[in-house]
């Protein structure tokens, strides 16, 4: 429950894209009008525009800790809340220059902003423009026609850029999670060989000791229909 003082409100929620109410906005805070926060910095009606940022070109480091700034989840489930009557609470990290302390959702209109922030199936997440694009006549002498590569460590002998990460990489960078470390010994797998022989399969889990009887998956079931009980 949300038990923090508050102080006022501005707007009231009327249904799907309405404004969603705020609380802790002080009487002096005019609407329609962006708030400047720094330099190339802004905040108007819930969006915010952030400019001042900048990253020399080689500074991988820098563009790093950017990108994982962006990939942040949206929503921290530390901060939401639940008011007596059932709507949802979000409560910001820190206030906002104009007073805004916490967005106040209805249930549905929750849900569809959450919604509105999952791509559609097999969208592009990032696109180019300007000389960057695909089809630019001036993108051949800008972006090098090949890069040097290097072994990668995870499929049989492979080549990998050297901007780029193999899937075990990436889930040790993000996830902490090394798939090539050895439960037993700690030491790095490496590719031998992918066996998809049922027969060579089981001789060698057999072989080690180790359970070769196929497990079964349970049946697939529709999702309960919540609230359609009566109908």
């Known amino acids: 429950m949300l038990g923090a003082p508050l102080l006022r409100s ?9 404004r969603i109410e705020r609380l802790g906005i002080p009487e002096t805070s005019l609407p329609g ?3 400047v926060m720094k330099e190339l ?3 108007l009606d819930g969006f915010s525009l952030h400019a001042a940022v900048k990253i020399e070109a080689g500074e991988t480091s820098r563009l790093e800790h950017l990108c994982r700034y962006i990939a942040r989840p949206p929503v921290s489930n530390k901060r939401l809340s639940f ?9 910001l990290r820190a206030p906002f220059r104009d007073g805004t302390t916490h967005f106040i959702f209805e249930p549905l209109v929750f849900i569809e902003r959450l919604a509105a922030l999952v791509p559609p199936p097999r969208l592009h997440q990032l696109t180019y ?3 960057l694009a695909p089809a630019a006549s001036w993108r051949g002498d800008i972006v090098p026609a090949s890069s040097p590569r290097r072994p990668s460590p995870c499929d049989g002998g492979g080549q990998l850029p050297l901007h780029r990460y193999s899937f075990a990489e990436l889930m ?3 996830f902490r999670i090394d798939a090539l470390e050895c439960a037993t010994c700690g030491s790095e797998r490496r590719w031998i060989a992918a066996i998809t022989n049922a027969e060579v399969i089981a001789k060698i889990l ?12 349970a049946p697939v079931r529709a999702p309960p229909q919540l609230g359609f009980e009566g109908c």
């Open 41 to 43: 910095c802004a905040e």
């Open 206 to 217: 057999g072989h080690l000791e180790l359970p070769n009887v196929v497990i079964q998956p």
């Open 172 to 174: 040790k960078r993000v």
């Open 83 to 91: 008011t007596p009557d059932g709507r949802v609470v979000h409560e």
């Open 33 to 35: 009008r962006a708030v």
């Open 129 to 131: 423009h300007g000389v």
């Open 10 to 18: 501005n707007s009231k929620v009327c249904g799907p894209g309405a």
